[in-house]
């Protein structure tokens, strides 16, 4: 991974306005962005995080972020140390090659854990009302399905799965497309949030993804029909300067 140089940020500050609903983001890193904008929130955040975005190429060149990865740990703490690790998936060149989902698990530092029932009201402060939520004598989960970016989270009687952490997209490619197409009504924009702390009330971790489903089949047809007109226009260009066919 590369390093690079930023201020550290325990967590960022949550805010939910009804006004601007569609501001969906973690950390300050919103959908949409591309991954210039993603690096450069996450260098505000983290001076001494190391980051790797991973690209993806089209036959006749063209370049676009298919993912990145994050990695923060404080070392003028050594013995009270903070931990995040952050992923991040892009779609293609067609659709703006924008930041579709995101995850976050953050460990907080020892000295300075938050309670998790502050952690959770940060969380409603942030994404309103949840879907569905357990809260056990340790630990808080709650998921958020959005149908549109301009409403409330839905309700539901369980957790339609729409987010692994051990399965996170790498990019939109035809697997996550397919995924989309299948689930993508079922999850709309899906938020899943679990703080876990212990029975004297304080977080020991933090983890939350966020993944828009809404857009993704959408974006991927214009991803192939972009891809589609580059190699065409390659092929084109490539067949009137192409080498002389060889004696066979």
Known sequence: MRKSAIPALLLSAFSWSSAHAAHFDINGME???????VLARYQEVRREGQYSFTKWKLPEGSEWV?????????????????HERMEFAFTGL??????????????????????????????LGKYGAPSDMVKTNTDIWAIWKFSSVDAPAEKLDSSPGCLSASDFPVGLDGHMARIAKKQGAECGLYIEFT?????????????????????LARDFEADNQDARKKIDAAKAENSSAAAPVPNL
């Open 31 to 37: 959908l949409g962005m591309n991954a210039d904008q």
């Open 66 to 82: 298919a993912n990145g990865r994050t990695l923060y740990n404080d070392p003028s703490r050594p013995n009270d140390m903070e």
């Open 94 to 123: 067609g659709s703006g090659n924008e930041l579709f989902a995101v995850q976050r698990q953050l460990k907080f530092r020892p000295s300075e854990r938050p309670s998790t029932e502050s952690v959770y009201a940060a969380a």
């Open 195 to 215: 703080v876990r702390g212990d029975e004297t009330g304080l977080a020991n971790e933090l983890d939350v993804g966020l993944i828009n489903y809404l857009d």
